[in-house]
């Protein structure tokens, strides 16, 4: 199975908004909508920032939100922190198995 | 709160065995409907989904793993554990341990480094 597709890197400025691409397939982000975002800092355990494709667990600031179109999952970020530089990576679920993106790297500038 | 902590072997032989146990606290793996599986993170390199298990064994791999993959699940220890067989210097990597929904991690443990070197 092939890893979805994210770009390597994204910048922005604070409180601009970015937005990060996943595109997959019909067989995993376009067949289901169980799609998770994640956030991780250098060093730490990958952060659940959005699951569902859009839905946001308690403690998640509404700066980040979700979506999806076709075979392609979003996450954007509005009102850009300087906390907010961290990796970000996509998954979603492929039928009997769970598939990554290559994850991405968010630079506030 | 949930919580998953990982234990195991920081260094591994080649050709030899990765064992590593998932304790969980906070919640029982055999009252909960999701399944828990292991992800893993080459340095520098993105993430890996392993494979997964519910609390009555039913298992899901990585296509391209499953061959070297076995999961299981000890529900009176409350803990699952990873097997992965003929380890090889590309298999070196933070492992975590997570609770999946639909098969994607939703919580996570805070990760253990697993070096294949001789």
């Known amino acids: 199975q092939s890893a979805l597709t994210q770009p390597r890197s994204v910048s922005g400025s604070p409180g601009q908004s970015v937005t990060i691409s996943c595109t997959g397939t019909s067989s995993d982000v376009g067949g289901y909508n169980h799609v998770s975002w994640y956030q991780q800092h250098p060093g730490k355990a990958p952060k659940l920032m959005i699951y569902d494709v859009s839905k946001r667990p308690s403690g998640v600031p509404d700066r980040f939100s979700g979506s999806k179109s076709g075979s392609t999952a979003s996450l954007t970020i509005s009102g850009l922190q300087a906390e907010d530089e961290a990796d970000y990576h996509c998954c979603s679920f492929a039928g009997s198995y769970a598939v990554f993106g290559g994850g991405t790297k968010l630079t506030v500038l | 709160q949930l919580q998953l902590q990982e234990s195991g072997p920081g260094l591994v032989k080649p050709s030899e065995t990765l064992s590593l146990t998932c304790i969980v606290s906070?919640?029982?793996?055999?009252?909960?409907?999701?399944?828990w599986g292991w992800i893993r993170q080459p340095p520098g390199n993105g993430l890996e989904w392993i494979g997964s298990?519910?609390?009555?064994?039913?298992?899901y791999y990585n296509p391209s793993l499953k061959s070297r993959v076995t999961t299981s699940v000890d529900t009176s220890n409350n803990q699952f554990s990873l097997k992965l067989s003929s380890v090889t210097a590309a298999d070196t990597a933070v492992y975590y341990c997570?609770?999946?929904?639909?098969?994607?991690?939703?919580?996570w443990g805070q990760g253990t480094l697993v070096t294949v070197s001789s």
């Open positions: 906070g919640g029982s793996i055999s009252n909960s409907p999701d399944y």
């Open positions: 997570a609770r999946l929904s639909w098969l994607v991690p939703r919580n």
């Open positions: 298990i519910y609390y009555s064994g039913k298992t």
